[in-house]
């Protein structure tokens, strides 16, 4: 039966359909917030090493709306800076990557120069030249009164850059803890190589994507993924397991990919991975590591506002690939998810129109996240155990966000 206005806005029991209030994924206020109570706080993965992997070779990007630059040093060490001249603010290095070496115009190789006044720093985040310094300044500022900010930053899990704008965030391992320990044969036996780079900007909520990443009762959305995997035996029995600070893990499962036609079975894989399996963990607040035999994905999220997100995907194999092995774990990965895959698109249109219903302004609604089944992979246990966390750091509560964590019946 359809609803009039007033049934379709009221809000079921709590303790019996569990659900949020779409404000979470609408409001600009609570976005704001969130920028500052979880992304500006936590350990984020960024680059993988590979992306850098010469002396001098730098990526910039950005996290909390803040510009970071990350170098490797002379001394092969991985550092962040954020990427903000401390004379007036500018930013210092302009290109999206690059290698040092290559100087800036008015500046000097080895060194990230400011094209504003030509203040340089090297890949330490030293001040190393002050241009005209003492007749401007004096002795009243040298150069070792300035320098870059130099972030947390730490390479781990399969060789990615992590880094927080947090100095008080705790140490990495405490952050992820056991998390991760699911793939841990996999991401550490071998170095891993990325091959494959794309992203999309989205007009959607980041969390709209962490959900569809943490839920498969969308499978219905993959013929792909229904004909391969959903028809099959162990499909069912796939378990969630949450970990502290909102972390979740999806167990393993074999994948039939030749029940779908033109696709084949993926003889490759990665070290200790069952031939054909599948292993997902998505962390808080906005990565996943997603390990389909031959192939890892890897998701971060930048977000930009309340309704529009960056997405970057990351495929990735062994360093030690040879170029015909390589070439055949591309056509696995492009297979499921190249931009023309049979999978991933399907996901960024799902949320887009979650976004279309759910930007600034529009009513507020009821977000259901309340199937319960054993924990097992139509359970939607994943993004209730996201939420608790995101209620937990927000001190708000994601089914009445005008009233505080705790408040409301979690
Ligand atoms: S703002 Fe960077 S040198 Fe002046
Ligand atoms: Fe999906």
């Given at each position: 039966m359809s609803k009039t206005a007033s049934e379709w806005t009221k809000r079921p029991n709590h303790q019996v359909i569990p659900y949020v209030d779409s404000r979470i994924y609408s409001d600009e206020q609570i976005f704001e917030e969130e920028i500052a109570k979880i992304w500006k706080k936590v350990w984020l993965l960024t680059v993988h090493e590979s992306e850098i992997p010469n002396n001098l070779d730098y990526r910039t990007l950005t996290i909390a709306r803040e510009p970071i630059v990350i170098v490797r040093g002379p001394d092969a060490k991985v550092r962040a800076f954020l990427?903000?001249?401390?004379?007036?603010?500018?930013?210092?290095?302009?290109?999206?990557?690059?290698?040092?070496?290559?100087?800036?115009?008015?500046?000097?190789?080895?060194?990230?120069?400011?094209?504003?006044?030509?203040?340089q720093f090297d890949a330490y985040g030293k001040c190393v030249d002050i241009p005209r310094a003492k007749q401007g300044y004096q002795d009243r500022l040298t150069k070792k009164d300035v320098g870059l900010r130099e972030l947390p930053c730490e390479v781990a899990y399969g060789g990615f850059v992590w880094v927080t704008l947090d100095e008080q965030a705790g140490s990495l391992q405490s952050f992820i803890g056991n998390a991760l320990d699911m793939?841990?044969?996999?991401?550490?036996?071998?170095?891993l190589e990325v091959f494959h780079y794309h992203k999309a900007i989205i007009p959607s909520n980041y969390k709209l994507w962490h959900d569809t990443n943490s839920e498969f009762y969308h499978d219905y959305m993959h013929y792909f993924n229904r004909a391969t995997g959903m028809m099959h035996p162990g499909y069912f029995q796939r378990k969630y397991t949450p970990f502290p600070n909102g972390h979740a893990s999806v167990g393993s499962m074999e994948i039939k990919?030749?029940?779908?036609e033109g696709a084949a079975s993926r003889d490759l894989s990665f070290p200790g991975m069952q031939r054909n399996g599948w292993k997902l963990i998505d962390l808080f607040p906005g990565s996943t590591y997603n390990l389909r035999g031959s192939s890892l994905r890897i998701d971060t999220m930048t977000p930009i506002s309340a309704n529009q997100v960056m997405i970057e995907f990351r495929?990735?194999?062994?360093?030690?690939?040879?170029?015909?092995?390589?070439?055949?774990?591309?056509?696995?990965?492009n297979t499921i998810w190249g931009p023309f895959g049979r999978n991933l698109h399907e996901d960024l249109l799902g949320i887009t129109g979650q976004g279309v219903a759910m930007r600034p302004g529009t009513e507020?609604?009821?977000?259901?996240?309340?199937?319960?089944?054993?924990?097992?992979?139509?359970?939607?246990?994943?993004?209730?155990?996201?939420?608790?966390?995101?209620?937990?750091?927000?001190?708000?509560?994601?089914?009445?966000?005008?009233q505080p964590y705790g408040m409301a019946a979690e």
């Amino acid at each position: 039966m359809s609803k009039t206005a007033s049934e379709w806005t009221k809000r079921p029991n709590h303790q019996v359909i569990p659900y949020v209030d779409s404000r979470i994924y609408s409001d600009e206020q609570i976005f704001e917030e969130e920028i500052a109570k979880i992304w500006k706080k936590v350990w984020l993965l960024t680059v993988h090493e590979s992306e850098i992997p010469n002396n001098l070779d730098y990526r910039t990007l950005t996290i909390a709306r803040e510009p970071i630059v990350i170098v490797r040093g002379p001394d092969a060490k991985v550092r962040a800076f954020l990427n903000v001249c401390p004379h007036r603010g500018n930013i210092v290095v302009r290109h999206p990557a690059g290698n040092l070496s290559v100087a800036e115009p008015s500046g000097t190789t080895n060194h990230m120069t400011c094209m504003f006044h030509a203040w340089q720093f090297d890949a330490y985040g030293k001040c190393v030249d002050i241009p005209r310094a003492k007749q401007g300044y004096q002795d009243r500022l040298t150069k070792k009164d300035v320098g870059l900010r130099e972030l947390p930053c730490e390479v781990a899990y399969g060789g990615f850059v992590w880094v927080t704008l947090d100095e008080q965030a705790g140490s990495l391992q405490s952050f992820i803890g056991n998390a991760l320990d699911m793939l841990h044969t996999e991401l550490h036996t071998e170095p891993l190589e990325v091959f494959h780079y794309h992203k999309a900007i989205i007009p959607s909520n980041y969390k709209l994507w962490h959900d569809t990443n943490s839920e498969f009762y969308h499978d219905y959305m993959h013929y792909f993924n229904r004909a391969t995997g959903m028809m099959h035996p162990g499909y069912f029995q796939r378990k969630y397991t949450p970990f502290p600070n909102g972390h979740a893990s999806v167990g393993s499962m074999e994948i039939k990919y030749d029940a779908y036609e033109g696709a084949a079975s993926r003889d490759l894989s990665f070290p200790g991975m069952q031939r054909n399996g599948w292993k997902l963990i998505d962390l808080f607040p906005g990565s996943t590591y997603n390990l389909r035999g031959s192939s890892l994905r890897i998701d971060t999220m930048t977000p930009i506002s309340a309704n529009q997100v960056m997405i970057e995907f990351r495929g990735l194999g062994l360093k030690s690939d040879s170029a015909e092995v390589r070439e055949q774990r591309i056509r696995d990965h492009n297979t499921i998810w190249g931009p023309f895959g049979r999978n991933l698109h399907e996901d960024l249109l799902g949320i887009t129109g979650q976004g279309v219903a759910m930007r600034p302004g529009t009513e507020t609604r009821t977000i259901l996240h309340g199937r319960v089944e054993d924990s097992t992979i139509h359970d939607e246990v994943g993004m209730r155990h996201f939420y608790d966390e995101w209620a937990r750091r927000m001190g708000r509560s994601p089914m009445d966000p005008s009233q505080p964590y705790g408040m409301a019946a979690e």
